[in-house]
């Protein structure tokens, strides 16, 4: 029996002749691979690579924000985030007009500032408020947008990621992604062992809470395509098994816990059904589950390890990861014939393949001589580039607006951190975690 994981972008197969065996060497592996590593003091996002084309605007700040969160700084982050602007710094805000007929649009061009807006916070009732953006191009001389939110006290944070979105979306035309949310596993060294989280936070990286806490393993956390669900991998019962945690209601069930190997759950686009990684016939085979009827088909069948699947944006198709050819390679099965074709040749590891939203890409981990970096692939070309760093970067995910990529990742010190990239790798994004080493991110998609 041959049990494969990929963990720190490197297979790791697990022989022997039972599989609970393997699964339980598994399991030690993992706890020795994560309680290796050191943990960083804080989490914040800090840009590492900024591009030098950046749309330059300037956020002023609102008037009568009298609450401990700064709309304008969420509004700023967010858009630097982005690595499509770049916001002025305070010291050329030289004015902080609250009418557009105060704007002197010669004096904000002489700073540099393409873009504009001003507002304010006012109370409209009890713990209720509205903010007031407006958003005007230096360029043209004229006003964009006018928004009035409505939010209640203590959700400052969401309205300045609303406001953020609408701003990038009328500049570039794109759907925002600030509103949206990331997934993630951390592991945390404590007094009897090691404890494992996973976590759900905004976009930036901020407003983390907490989903599950457990003493084993946890992996492959996957939203659902309405973004109200994740789907993911726990070892608390001993032997792998798949989880559907609905984040409303905090309720969970229990999906997969065949014999031997559950890994890999992927959501499809209509979110009926999963696909999946089960050894439960002897080998690691790539399945689809019907998670209403739980209905299996099985969609691989090969001598060689067959793992990680995900969705192609129309459903039709899978991309995984197999060594059928001697190495790990990404490969497309189709859904109807069940006909596999191989997609990556070059480096000598090729894994972890993920669609972009719009299909024109897949993200996936390259390794070429211990050094593993994160690739993409443009599908009509069939031609790929690297686009970021290594060594040891892993498990890229997209955003849900096909601009940017998060990926896990250790820095110079040996902390676990998340880099998020534009496609191109001239923005990148450090967030740094405190309570662990942190992995295995998946990004929202856009909730409307």
């Not at 916001?87 to 904000?108: C, H, M, R, V």
Request: charged share 20%.
């Amino acid at each position: 029996m041959v049990i494969i994981t990929h963990l720190k972008n490197h297979t790791i197969i697990l022989r022997n002749k039972k599989v609970e065996k393997s699964m339980k060497r598994m399991t030690l592996i993992l706890i020795l691979m994560f309680s290796s590593f050191s943990f960083a003091d804080d989490v914040i996002f800090e840009i590492t690579k900024h591009n030098a084309s950046a749309i330059p605007i300037a956020i002023l700040p609102l008037t009568n924000n009298v609450q401990s969160t700064n709309i304008s700084t969420v509004i700023s982050g967010d858009l630097n985030l982005s690595g499509q602007f770049r916001t002025l710094g305070s010291e050329d805000l030289i004015a902080n007009p609250k009418f557009a007929s105060q704007i002197k649009y010669g004096e904000w061009r002489m700073v540099g500032a393409d873009y504009l807006t001003m507002g304010s916070v006012r109370a409209s009732g009890p713990g209720r408020y509205e903010i007031d953006i407006k958003l005007f191009s230096v360029v043209d001389q004229k006003q964009m947008l006018s928004l009035t939110l409505p939010v209640l006290e203590g959700d400052f944070r969401s309205g300045g990621h609303y406001i953020a979105d609408k701003i990038y979306e009328k500049i570039t035309g794109i759907k925002g992604i600030f509103s949206t949310k990331i997934a993630y596993v951390t592991a945390t060294q404590i007094t009897d062992g090691i404890q494992y989280q996973l976590l759900v936070a905004d976009a930036d990286g901020k407003n983390s809470q907490a989903l599950v806490t457990s003493s084993q393993p946890l992996l492959s956390p996957k939203w659902s395509p309405q973004g109200n669900k994740l789907a993911y991998v726990s070892f608390e019962k001993g032997n792998s098994a798949i989880y559907i945690q609905d984040l409303s209601t905090g309720s969970r069930e229990l999906i997969s816990n065949y014999k031997g190997i559950n890994s890999g759950p992927s959501f499809s686009p209509d979110g009926r059904q999963l696909a999946l990684t089960l050894s439960k016939s002897g080998n690691p085979e790539i399945y689809t589950m019907d998670i209403y009827t739980r209905r299996l088909k099985q969609i691989t069948k090969s001598w060689a390890i067959d793992t990680g699947a995900n969705w192609a944006p129309d459903g039709n198709s899978l991309v995984f990861t197999s060594d059928r050819g001697g190495k790990p390679n990404l490969y497309q099965v189709d859904l109807n014939s069940l006909v596999a074709s191989r997609l990556t040749f070059e480096g000598d590891y090729n894994a972890g393949g993920s669609f972009s939203p719009d299909g024109e890409h897949i993200c996936y981990v390259q390794g070429n001589k211990n050094n593993y970096k994160i690739a993409l692939r443009h599908n009509k070309s069939e031609t790929s580039q690297q686009i970021s760093d290594g060594p040891l970067d892993e498990t890229p995910t997209f955003a849900p607006n096909n601009n940017m990529i998060l990926y896990a990742t250790k820095n110079t010190k040996g902390q676990g951190i998340l880099i998020s990239t534009s496609l191109d790798g001239s923005t990148k994004n450090q967030l740094l975690v405190s309570n662990g080493h942190i992995r295995e991110p998946s990004w929202s998609p856009v909730i409307n």
